[in-house]
């Protein structure tokens, strides 16, 4: 059974940090790319970062304009963990946060930012940034 299981989530004031993690099982994930979106009540789920697994070519990474700069994701493909480092935290970063994962070798072209690129998810954690 696939799970993406996030955690790290929790209240913290603007211009603090946090660290998420996404814990995957069932499957090898080494060779997905992997993506977190969040979601406020009211509105759709949106794009956040993305990491490929060809984590050798310059470009592996891939940011929403609203985090770029503050925000970074990473994996440990060892661990089939997947982090995003948020710092500089602004009030409307307050969302609930989703991990994402392809299928394997997936391509890494400009569907990374889509909802149905992905084929699994995770439940989400919490994220509440205050001002």
């Known amino acids: 059974q696939v799970q993406l299981v996030e955690s790290g989530g929790g209240l913290v004031q603007a211009g603090g940090s946090l660290r998420l993690s996404c814990a995957a099982s069932?499957?090898?994930?080494?060779?997905?790319?992997m993506g977190w979106f969040r979601q406020v009540p009211g509105k759709e789920r949106e794009f956040v970062a993305a990491i490929t697994w060809i984590t050798w070519i310059t470009g592996s990474t891939d940011y929403a304009d609203s985090v770029k700069g503050r925000f970074t994701i990473s994996r440990h493909n060892a661990k089939n963990t997947v982090y995003l480092q948020m710092n500089s935290l602004k009030p409307e970063d307050t969302a609930l946060y989703y991990c994402?994962?392809?299928?394997?070798?997936?391509?890494?072209?400009?569907?990374?930012?889509?909802?149905?690129?992905?084929?699994?998810w995770g439940q989400g954690t919490q994220v509440t940034v205050s001002s």
């Open positions: 069932g499957r090898t994930f080494s060779s997905s790319v």
């Open positions: 994402a994962a392809t299928r394997s070798y997936a391509g890494w072209g400009t569907d990374r930012r889509l909802r149905d690129f992905y084929a699994d």
